[in-house]
């Protein structure tokens, strides 16, 4: 049995606060960042504070998928048995679930051709926390073969140079587009003229970060560094962002998306404060994360769903911003954890199929699972 990584479990936990917190604050801030609606500077701060905060949840995620599955030997077949197909079956449970969902509550017509388009990933899915679960499969198809480059290379510097020309092909050329876009006059988009779709796009980077982090990388840099890099990329980021929103320049978010540099630094500056800081509470602590842990893809699962019904039936909306966006918080994580208790104590095969919940064990075999 491996040693578990206690560590991965305050990851995943923080991880799906900031997914709740993201979806939370975006149903004020989204319509700021599209331009239909103008706030003071004080309220902007404050929801674009929790709302890139918010978009850290996607980087940890992804990083505790690297860290712990990069350097194991992944024999196709049986990965895609015991990990893929579990997941694809519980991704079109919830695809139905939520079209259901969105016919009651979002008075969208009823289509079997939409919801079979959906089914087989042809169509945007309706709810959009839900694209995440394309991607996922997606990697996973490729995590095997990626985990054999990663234990066949003579340790990670040998990814060195591949990395840093997919940071400049999805990272640095994105972040600076953003701004040749539309913020320059008469700018030009770059457009890097290799061709780096083989590396997998902006999401294998962050699961080889996380891989690269687990194996101590990042260890030599202290701390007060490690600060300084994610919050001063945090200042950078929100003074562009400021500069957009002043200027009224509305046609891109990516500044808020993982194309970001920014965002990129501080996940994974994040992903390795918590590693070095997660060993301090004692057994009990530990424990209870560990529990809240497993519980975390079902948060992810559910948590929408919950946002649009505590939307429709409270008058969020009148209680001002700030009051609305811990009221959703508060929602969406506590009646998320409420919902999911009997699957982890009694209704556990259920729970392994709707929610992926595993029983406990030295190591969560996942970065999204429970």
């Known amino acids: 049995m491996r040693e578990r990584k206690g560590w991965i479990d305050y990851a995943r936990v923080c991880a799906v606060f900031c997914v709740v917190l993201c979806h939370a604050t975006e149903s004020f801030y989204g319509a700021v960042v599209r331009g239909e609606a103008r706030i003071d500077t004080g309220l902007w701060m404050l929801e674009n504070t929790l709302f890139t905060v918010g978009r850290l949840g996607v980087p940890l995620f992804l990083a505790i998928t690297g ?3 990069l350097g194991r030997e992944l024999e196709p077949g049986k990965f895609y048995r015991k990990s893929l197909f579990p997941l694809v079956g519980t991704t079109e449970i919830w695809i139905v679930l939520n079209y259901v969902f969105v016919c009651v509550f979002q008075d969208v017509e009823f289509s079997l051709a939409d919801l079979v388009c959906e089914m087989l990933f042809l169509r ?5 926390h839900m694209w995440y679960m394309p991607m996922i499969i997606g990697l996973y198809l490729a995590l095997p073969f990626l985990s054999m480059a990663v234990r066949g290379a003579k340790g990670p510097g040998a990814f060195r140079l591949p990395y840093l020309a997919g940071v400049a092909a999805f990272l640095v050329i994105p972040t600076v587009n953003v701004f040749l876009a539309e913020a320059v006059p008469g700018g030009t988009p770059l457009k890097l003229k290799l061709d780096f779709d083989l590396l997998g796009g902006v999401y294998v980077l962050y699961l080889l970060g996380g891989y690269f982090i687990a194996q101590g990388v990042l260890e030599k840099i202290k701390g007060k560094y490690l600060l300084l890099a994610g919050g001063g990329c945090f200042l950078l980021n929100t003074a562009a962002q400021y500069y957009l929103y002043a200027n009224e320049f509305y046609k891109s978010n990516r500044l808020l998306w993982y194309s970001s540099a920014c965002i990129f630094v501080m996940g994974l500056s994040l992903f390795e404060g918590i590693r070095r800081m997660a060993g301090m509470p004692g057994r009990r602590a530990v424990r209870l ?7 975390s893809f079902g948060i992810y699962l559910l948590h ?3 946002l649009v019904l505590t939307l429709k039936c409270l008058p969020v909306e009148n209680w001002g911003e700030p009051a609305g966006i811990f009221v959703l918080l508060a929602a969406g994580l506590g009646i998320s954890l409420l919902f999911l208790l009997p699957f982890v104590r009694r209704w556990k095969r259920a729970g392994r199929v709707l929610f992926l919940i595993k029983s406990k064990t030295p190591l969560q075999a996942t970065g999204h699972q429970t």
């Open 124 to 128: 945007t899915l309706e709810l959009s």
């Open 304 to 306: 929408k769903p919950i």
């Open 67 to 69: 860290a712990l599955l």
């Open 289 to 295: 994360i560990e529990d809240a842990a497993r519980c």
